[in-house]
Every structure is written in C-alpha cells, then in structure tokens.
T-cell receptor, first 113, second 114 residues
Framework: DGGITQSPKYLFRKEGQNVTLSCEQN?????MYWYRQDPGQGLRLIYY???????QKGDIAEGYSVSREKKESFPLTVTSAQKNPTAFYLC????????????FGQGTRLTVV | AQSVTQPDIHITVSEGASLELRCNYS??????LFWYVQSPGQGLQLLLK??????LVQGIKGFEAEFKRSQSSFNLRKPSVHWSDAAEYFC????????????FGQGTRLTINP
C-alpha cells in the first residue's frame, strides 16, 4: 500500500542530544514537508522540499535541519540548538508543491527528558 | 503574506445538530483550499478540496464546503453531526506562486455533546 511512514511513533531524548526523525513515502511525490504541532498552535512549517536535493526553510526552521538525498526520504534532525523541542511532528508529501493535496504520516511525538 | 484564519478555537455542538466551521484566507492569487481532520495523536486526513469550478464542494463523511471569493472564506459544513465527528479540523491554502507550499490555520477543536 502506498503512503507515508514516520518512525518512531514515540521518541525520548535527553537535553543536549541531536535526534533524527524518519519520513519515507512510496507515493512518488515530488514535494515533502515537515510540520510541528503544539497544542492550540495548529501546524507550523519547519522545512519543505519541492524536489530532490533542494529544500527551503519554513516559518520555524531554527534548531532543525533536513536533507533530501532521495525522492522518497526526507529526514528531520532536531538539534540541541532547538530550545523547546518537545512536540508532535508531522511529515507530509504532495505530488506537486502547493496546488495538490498533502498526504500525512501518523506523526512522531518527541519528548525531551 | 498569505495566511489562514480559523476564528473559532473550540466549538461544541449536540449530536444531530448542524455544524459550520469558519475559515478565512488571505492570498493574492487563485487559492487552492483544503479542509483536513485530525483525531488525537494521529495524522491529518483530507476531507475535501477546492481548486476551481463549482464553489460548493462535497467531501467525505458527509462534509461540504463553500468557496466565497468575495468574502475570502471557505467554510466547512455538515447538516447533522455524529459523535465520531469529534476531532480537530484544519483549513489550509496551497500557494501556487512563489514558495508553493501549504499554509494551515490554527485549527478548530470540535466537541460533540450526546
């Protein structure tokens, strides 16, 4: 079945450590996105990629990094520079950027302990 | 800059009552508009979308939405809600110029009273 897979579903990290969230899609979509969700704040865009080997900062990119070496993969690294990393992270993809619907993964809940 | 506003953070309706969730957008070009639903701890599921044509669009689970260009609105409606409709609802606009990305509203949490 086609879809987007995020792993792990739950992730715990100690302060000061970097952690990488996985996002894989087998939908052959060009565009991929990372969103952060906090209670009452909706979805805020962290990074997005319109094509392989290209990505752009979203509204809250500080403390995060991404790569897009393969079309199907768009991992997100939460670095120690991110001051408040505890959140629910959602990955999404769409056939083309902007004008087509996005398909979402099930999310990763990151908790800093 | 483009933006999406959902004025209602939380709405409570009784089961069987009608529902309307508001969405206003600010975007200079022709918007591509979406409504998504999210159950707790889950990803988002597309309810419906508007790209062009008929301004009243039908979606899944009995939902519909109406695009009103003059009001920059894309409100979501359902004639009779069910307890299973309790969730969070997000309106989004797809940019087709410039950055070409999706911008989401803050969401409306829907509670259903029995």
């Amino acid at each position: 079945d086609g879809g987007i897979t995020q792993s792990p579903k739950y992730l715990f990290r100690k302060e000061g450590q970097n952690v990488t969230l996985s996002c894989e899609q087998n939908l052959n979509h060009d565009a991929m996105y990372w969103y952060r969700q906090d209670p009452g704040q909706g979805l805020r865009l962290i990074y997005y990629s319109q094509i392989v080997n290209d990505f752009q900062k979203g509204d809250i990119a500080e403390g995060y990094s991404v790569s897009r070496e393969k079309k199907e993969s768009f991992p997100l690294t939460v670095t120690s520079a991110q001051k408040n990393p505890t959140a629910f992270y959602l990955c999404a993809s769409s056939i083309f950027p902007g004008n087509t619907e996005a398909f979402f993964g099930q999310g990763t809940r990151l908790t800093v302990v | 800059a483009q933006s999406v506003t959902q004025p209602d953070i939380h709405i409570t309706v009784s089961e069987g009552a009608s529902l309307e969730l508001r969405c206003n957008y600010s975007y200079g070009a022709t918007p591509y508009l979406f409504w998504y639903v999210q159950s707790p701890g889950q990803g988002l599921q597309l309810l419906l979308k508007y790209f062009s044509g008929d301004t009243l669009v039908q979606g899944i689970k009995g939902f519909e939405a109406e695009f009103k260009r003059s009001q920059s609105s894309f409100n979501l409606r359902k004639p009779s809600v069910h307890w299973s409709d309790a969730a969070e609802y997000f309106c989004a606009v797809g940019e087709t110029q410039g950055a070409q990305k999706l911008v989401f509203g803050q969401g409306t949490r829907l509670t259903i009273n029995p």
